[in-house]
Every structure is written in structure tokens, then in C-alpha cells.
């Protein structure tokens, strides 16, 4: 009995967070070389918007699926902002702003991310424009984040004159 209990155990287990792998995967692009995205950033004149997130985090995916997915699809934001997203856990390497080797969870550390779900906007030269730390009033969520989009484009302007 005990062996059907742990194979039973195993088996959600390996289902539940193959079911969370899934769903990031089909997430936001995730950031591997943050000069190619300050490339696109200093052309278009967008900033870069980041999801810091977890694997662990429903939070997180609630974010991600209920507005930045939804965004990443709507044509009006194209040319409005760049949607990227990191694993805050994650050692897998990515390139920061001034091109130097890294990895997802140091670059967070970096940018003092110690809460998921948490939004950062960026300019093409990696300065922090605009963050939002937790899912906050769900009802409002993406006035949040369109006002922190409207917010960091405005100052992209002003520093491009």
C-alpha cells in the first residue's frame, strides 16, 4: 500500500511541476543577452519590461497569463515596450547591459529583487526606470502597468532630447 501511495505521489508530482514547466515555457522570451534587447529598446524607443519571477510562484504565472501574455499579443504594445521575463532562481547565464557574464539569479540580486512577482522597466542603458513589486489590486493590475509603461517611455523621451 505504502508503494502505491509514493508511485501515486510521484506521479502528481511529476505531473504538477511538468505542468509548471510548460506554462513558463510558453511564456515571455527570457532575457539571455540584455545588450540585444537594449539594441532594440534604444531603436524603438521603448523600455524593457521584465517579469522577475519563480517557478514555484502561482502569483507569478497568474501575472504572466492574465495580463503580460495578453499584452505580448495586443499590436498596440509593439512599439510600446519589450516584454522579456527571469527566473529569479535560475543559474542559467545571461549577458547584462554592459555585456558581462552572469546569471538570472545574480542579476536579480543585483537589481535588489527579493519579492516575486516583481516588474522592472528598463532603458536600452539598463537604468531602472519604473518597478512593481507584488501582483498588487488585481482589478487595477494593468492600469499599473500601463501607467508604468506611459511613465518609463516619458522618460526615455526626455533623456533622448
Known amino acids: 500500500m505504502k508503494q502505491i501511495i509514493s508511485v501515486a505521489l510521484l506521479i502528481w508530482v511529476w505531473t504538477a511541476t511538468s505542468w509548471m514547466q510548460a ?19 534604444k531603436h524603438k524607443q521603448a523600455p524593457i519590461l521584465v517579469l522577475f519571477m519563480s517557478q514555484t510562484c502561482p502569483y507569478c504565472e497568474q501575472v504572466l497569463e492574465e495580463f503580460l501574455l495578453p499584452m505580448q499579443r495586443n499590436p498596440d504594445y509593439a512599439g510600446k515596450v519589450i516584454l522579456r521575463q527571469i527566473d529569479i532562481g535560475s543559474s542559467n547565464k545571461l549577458v547584462n547591459f554592459n555585456g558581462k557574464i552572469t546569471t538570472q539569479s545574480v542579476f536579480a540580486k543585483a537589481h535588489n529583487v527579493w519579492a516575486v512577482p516583481t ?10 526606470l519604473t ?18 509603461i506611459n511613465e518609463s517611455q516619458a522618460k526615455i523621451k526626455a533623456n533622448a532630447m
Request: aromatic residues 10%; charged residues 30%.
Open 131 to 148: 518597478k512593481i513589486i507584488g501582483l498588487l489590486t488585481l482589478d487595477f493590475y494593468l492600469a499599473y502597468l500601463d501607467n508604468a
Open 23 to 41: 506554462a513558463h515555457a510558453e511564456g515571455l522570451p527570457v532575457v539571455r543577452d540584455f545588450t540585444i534587447e537594449a539594441k532594440e529598446s
Open 119 to 128: 516588474v522592472v522597466l528598463f532603458d536600452s542603458k539598463g537604468r531602472e
